[in-house]
């Protein structure tokens, strides 16, 4: 974690904001509209990358906790913690833009399409993993189940994601891009990609910061 | 495996409140929909399936915590940890034992469920005791697992619902599907099958590697 | 002496990220009868319920027997009684014995649970559930279950709370069977004159670490009360 902070607290942020702003530029004055479905359709540079972000967040929950089980490191534990919250940002972000966009495309603000009954399910796995943080207290007990559950959680991904295929139907698949709209998507990505570090980090030191300040808090009592 | 088995099995001889709770509860809920419904939905093979699931969730989750409640009292649980049997094992058992009570309360509700619905009898309905033993099985299974973090936790009530409930999904869907075709008669839902057992080995084959990072302090 | 019953390195234990434990240290040979005495929320009983293996540390290592305490066959010899029996209060003496029997795979179970039972004076009570019983006698049945399989290391917080001068009278004469077999206790306690006449070694664990021990010529209960106060003291006020 040290080695990595000066990188993290220099870069990271001008990285982020210069990659936001470029991908803000492609999207309101460098991609052509589509054709369809007109201006709206320019949220899903935003929608997909925030839901591949989450997805990662996701799997960073796994890979953390994993880690945490077994080899025991507390930092590993708060990297998981962190990377859920990063995680449900963006599942929410996802399932608000999506909603945006569901309006005047489909004509309702939900829907239980494959894809979206995916995120939402996705969206309560780890609002039940961040409620046990909050509901369980802060122990290695707690951590250790939050961990269980951040594994399982992924393990449920794939069969869940067929599960809810096979109940809907199968969606139109992705239509070929014009080159100028992969090239926002993939500046866009990067945009939400170097947003998704900045924001693990934030909050990891948030939270190593915090455990320090209570486990001083407790010498103190134990002390006086 | 087959001393814990014994002993729950023991337990629930004794005091006979988890069967008896579990039963009551799921005619309950079945009674709360059929009062809920007009006549008409009820007969439909969706609502009956759906039914059946969501009175054997509520009471399966009710059976998951009384499974680890009689563990918490006098530390008991401690004296299981302690029998020379890894962890993995003690999944198993207390896996077993609910799969079995929960069975049994099904032998019970399910048939009654399909009188109150007034479910045509068919040959096809042979194969429901199966299904319903397929969602037992993945049931149990998650339910296990997260069950023994719930009840050491201080939210035990709250908690054991939210965490289970998303991750069995998947497992519900399938299960209501095949269900469904099965009362309606359809064709043979070969694929929900297969859902349904995936579903039961990966998370029998998880609680049983994983289960001694939630047992142990 | 190479028979060690307990290799503990630099042992500790985290509640909540709170130290409990921090680098405890010792060696228990096969034989002997440590006593280990300490305030309230010293780290006895966690330090017991480590070498029970129903903790894990959070860092340091154990061995039991020269193994790794996770295997399941050095779990067999290690036999623990906590604050809690860890009976079922629904079953009776019998079938909570019967159960624990089972599960260490032990031979001809109805002979030994007579004798178990008879063994802590409860005989004529085996088929009543534990629910109706005295705290004391649920101490009682929970030595009898510790002892049940005949373990090699016995492991005891604080076995003389809740017992009356009878049952503690008996706990002695378990304890003295079981030095007379070569068997290794472990136990922690709070009275001194119990303590001290049982064990042929004493531990002060104070802050989650061990202050003070001896072994071979204890103290008297007087001197050893001045030794209590002072080593528990002394050791609070080098923490500031």
Redesign the interface.
Known sequence: MKTFAPFADRVLPWLTGIAMLAALGMVFLYVPTERVQGVVQRVFYFHLPAAWMSFLGFFTVAGASASF?WQ?S?TADLCAQAAAEVGMVFCTVVILTGSLWARPIWGVWWTWDPRLTMVA?LW??YA?YL??RI????????A??A???G???V??IP??Y???R??RGIHPKVEQMAPEMAWTLLVCTAAFLCLFAWLLWLRLCHLSLR?EV??LR?RAV??S | MWALLWKDIRLELRTKERMASLFVLALLIVLVFVFALSPERLRSPDVSAALLWVALVFAGMLSLQRAFLVEQERGCFSGVLLCPFDAGTVFLAKFAGNVLFLTLVQVLVTPLTLVFLEVQLSWSLLVLPLVVLLGIIGFSAMGTLFAAMAVRTRAREVLLPVLLLPLLTPLLIAAVKVTSAVLAGAAWPGVWLRVLLAFDVLFVITGWLIFSQVVQE | MNNWVIEAERLSKTFAWMPVLSGVSCRIGRGEIVGIFGHNGAGKTTLLRLFATLLRPSAGTLKLFHHDPRDAQVRRRVGFLGHDSFLYPDLTPVENLTFYGRAYGLPQLAARIDAALERVGLQGWGHIPVRAFSRGMEQRLGLARALFHDPDLLLLDEPDTGLDPQGTALLRVILAQARSQGKTVVFTTHDPAFGLAVCTRVLILHGGVIVWQASGNLPSVETFGDIYARSTQSASRMEH
């Not at chain 1, 509901?135 to 707690?142: A, F, H, I, N, Y």
């Open positions: 089980l025991g507390r399910i309560t796995i039940a409620l046990l509901l369980g207290g802060d122990s290695e007990q707690v250790r189940y961990a269980v559950l594994i399982v959680g393990l449920d069969i869940l067929i599960s809810v096979l109940w455990a209570a486990a407790r134990a002390v």
